[in-house]
């Protein structure tokens, strides 16, 4: 039956990505090495059924080799993060670890470039995650057996390397592949009656908002600062240092302002305006985006493709700025009660929120594009917000702050709920696009990990040549 293969299927993948996700701070997969002609084995004593185990290499791939240790710390790591590793045999390890090496292996092939700004900002993201966990960066370097944290962070950034271009070698291979419509209503149609999946309970959202007005004298006082800081760095200070000290962006500003961004990246209009307009080396005046003041400076330039380092400052909003915008959203509240306009009416004619007044204030989920949200998967702020909303009720004003520490006042309506049902073509047609272009990508890593097998040199060894694999490691 066609959907028990794509379920077999999904399995598989959800496995895969399970495990990838476990291992997010791993050390599962070693440093890459290069394969010598003769190569001996370290021995490691290993706890397993009270006999001495020797750890030695147990596969290849290409220039990559996986030791018999990196099954075992795999399974530490699962464990650590709270994972259940009953059912995961050593094979099912071995296999994702034989996955993960070929598309490292394939992403050289191609030419696809890790840089070095990347694995700095993949390490402090890391290491601040593990830090909270364990307390004490200390702590972190006797969990990984390393003798000092310079070792660590070494042995550590060959990890997040390979990681990062495993990551993008399967970016690279479902980023091409795409589905027509006809392609939604034939996987549809193929689906047992009796086996069509159920989707949860969802709701359609719509908000207007309004935001503080930001004094000209506040915002001179940014301009003035971010030209400071523009000067400091011509004069030779780090625009990363910077960026670490006095960006706003929680996202990059541990990263010291770091992106990587084509034209098709989702950042708004202005920003990308201004960061492709740049040369390398060059920095931009100030200027403004819904998010508040930026520099920009460009670290490099590869095609289509730019790495830029920026820093965000927002103005800051006065109580009487505040005061205001409330009383201006409370006016806007009583005329939709009162039956002067609608809701959409007042979201196209005053919402402050570009993205959404155009729409009459519907949101769009960020993980589906569309307008549904499931209530199981909605965000726990925006499900506090509209979880005690009748239909069609209009909130109290709600003081909204963004992780910027942006300050607006909401107003929320639930325009549309929908009930649990059964998968229909015509209410659910963007779900069962997703769920066929799923079953297609899968294909097509499935066929790419067919040629790529059949033309990299793998070998294993030992009694892991008697594991069934999902793939043809063994090339029989």
């Not at 990505?17 to 394969?35: G, K, P, V």
């Not at 325009?415 to 059964?422: P, Y």
Request: charged share 30%.
């Amino acid at each position: 039956m066609l959907l028990k293969k794509l379920r077999i299927k999904t399995i598989n993948c959800q496995f895969v990505f399970t495990i990838s996700f476990l291992l997010l701070f791993n050390s599962l997969t070693r440093a890459q090495e290069i394969i010598k002609d003769t190569v001996i084995a370290k021995p490691v004593v290993v706890k397993s059924n009270q006999k001495q185990k020797i750890d030695g290499i147990i596969a290849t791939v290409g220039d990559y080799i996986i030791l018999d240790s990196d099954i075992d710390k795999g399974y530490l790591e699962i464990s650590s993060q709270g994972g259940s590793i009953k059912d995961v045999s050593r094979c099912q390890m071995l296999g994702k670890l034989l996955e993960d090496k070929l598309y490292a292996h394939q992403a050289i092939q191609d030419s696809i470039i890790v840089s070095d700004a990347e694995v700095k900002g993949m390490m402090d993201e890391r290491l601040n995650y593990m830090v909270q966990q364990i307390g004490d960066i200390n702590k972190v370097v006797q969990y990984y057996k390393k003798n000092s944290i310079e070792e660590f962070k070494t042995y550590f950034a060959d990890i997040l390397k390979e990681q990062k271009l495993a990551s993008e070698m399967q970016k690279k291979i479902i980023d091409g592949v795409e589905i027509t419509p006809e392609e939604v209503r034939s996987f549809f149609k193929k689906i047992p009656e009796n086996e069509l999946p159920t989707f949860g309970a969802e709701m359609e959202v719509a908000q207007i908002v309004v935001n503080p007005k930001i004094s000209d004298a506040e915002k001179k006082k940014v301009i003035d600062r971010l030209n400071g800081i523009k000067k400091d760095v011509e004069d030779g200070a780090s625009f990363a240092t910077k960026a670490v000290l006095y960006s706003q962006d929680p996202g990059s500003s541990s990263n010291g302002g770091y992106y990587k961004m084509t034209r098709k990246t989702p950042f708004v209009k202005e920003f990308k305006e201004v960061a492709f307009s740049l040369q390398e080396g060059e920095i931009s005046a100030p200027f403004e985006t819904t998010f508040g003041f930026h520099i920009i400076k460009i670290d490099k330039i590869k095609g289509q493709e730019v790495e830029l380092r920026h820093i965000l400052i927002a103005p800051v909003v006065s109580e009487d700025a505040l005061k205001e915008a409330k009383e201006r959203i409370t006016g806007i509240r009583e005329k939709i009660i009162d039956k002067k306009v609608t809701f959409a009416e007042a979201a196209r004619a005053d919402s402050d929120e570009k993205e959404t007044r155009a729409n009459g204030g519907a949101l769009i989920n960020p993980n589906t594009q569309d307008t549904r949200f499931e209530l199981t998967k909605m965000d726990p702020t925006l499900y506090s917000q509209v979880s005690n909303l009748k239909d069609n009720e209009v909130s109290q004003p709600v003081l909204d702050t963004d992780p910027q520490g942006k300050k607006s006042y909401k107003l929320i309506t639930v325009t549309k709920r929908i009930e649990a049902h059964t998968a229909d073509y015509g209410k659910d047609y963007i779900k069962i696009k997703d769920l066929a272009l799923k079953e297609k990508q899968i294909k097509a890593i499935a066929k790419w990990f067919d040629e790529k097998i059949k033309e990299t040199y793998i070998k294993i060894l030992g009694e892991y040549r008697d594991c069934t694999f999902t793939n043809n490691w063994l090339k029989k």
